[in-house]
């Protein structure tokens, strides 16, 4: 998987694996209500298994916090043994799991095997070079294997474990690596879109806008957003958190084109409404009198700076100052 910071690689696969976890776990229930009933035949038992999904569970490592023999396994020094590192603990964990095997209550003679697939995640580009990808190269081939320095080779089992990798670049990674990989690309264009709009009606739901602030929080949201970030980005503009010049002209070294200055206006504005719960806040006043009005007035002044300060610092503060 490979895609800027933010553009939704963790999330994608969590929710694949969420999804294959629930379809195995109703599987087990329809076996289970089919033996309860006493009618259940051979023709039966075999049509409900027929399907078989896997339910899956992930491993994260992320190499670059650990060093080369953390990752693959070393020699001790002292007794001249060798220990595997985490990367190769995992490999050799790969075997078929009885998650949920129970037996029918009237039959006894059948189990239902839900089998257990391990999705090994590596998150993290590979900055050595060699980087810690091209050692996975032989692990694409039809009989996946890694080599470890003693000279031993791993097989990892090819039906039960699945190997992936979360990086933001792959221009280092050999070629050899790359063509044994199967890549998806996330781009991440206009996400901060769809985290704007959920956010709005978060705050629709949670701090009981009005409707009119709402209103006018979509209007500049639409006639701001779109073009600071434009202006950002032909201006190239760089953040005070980027200290590589090439990876400041490159986004996809960074977060998602936008994410980042709307994640951090969307933290200010919350913080606002936090303070601004004390008080009146931004709530639509219960009745219509001179008095409702004038707080109309008020409120809709307090809105719009609350808006334009969350703004300001949301999408300049990281900037550099030059």
Sequence with gaps: MVGPAGSGKTTCYQALAGALRKLAARILEVVEDTSNEGETTDTDLQDSTSISWYSV??????????LHEEIFG??????????????????????RHDLSANPFSKLGKRRTLIR???????????????????????????????????????WPSREEMRVLAEVTDISGASPSAVTQCCLVYFSGKDLWKSVWKAEMDFL??????????????????????ARTLTFIKLNALTSVMLTDNNAAKNSSYGASDGL??????????????????????????PKETQDSLIASISTEVCA????VVAYIWGFGGHLHPR
């Design 204 to 225: 629709y739901r949670e701090h009981t806008l009005d409707h009119s602030t709402m209103q006018m929080w979509k209007s500049m949201a639409a006639d701001l957003f």
């Design 304 to 307: 719009r700076n609350m808006f």
């Design 74 to 95: 070393a020699c001790t020094e002292q007794q001249c043994t060798w220990r595997d590192g985490a990367f190769t603990k995992v490999l050799r964990d790969s075997e």
């Design 57 to 66: 569970y992930t491993v994260v490592l992320f190499p670059n916090a650990l």
């Design 260 to 285: 980042q200055e709307v994640m951090s206006f969307i933290r200010i504005l919350n913080a606002l409404l936090d303070q601004c719960r004390k008080g009146y806040g931004l709530k639509c006043p």
């Design 116 to 154: 257990k697939m391990k999705w090994l995640v590596l998150d993290g580009d590979p900055l050595a070079t060699p980087g810690w990808l091209d050692r996975l190269s032989t692990l694409g081939k039809s009989q996946p294997f890694l080599s470890l320095s003693s000279g031993e080779k791993v």
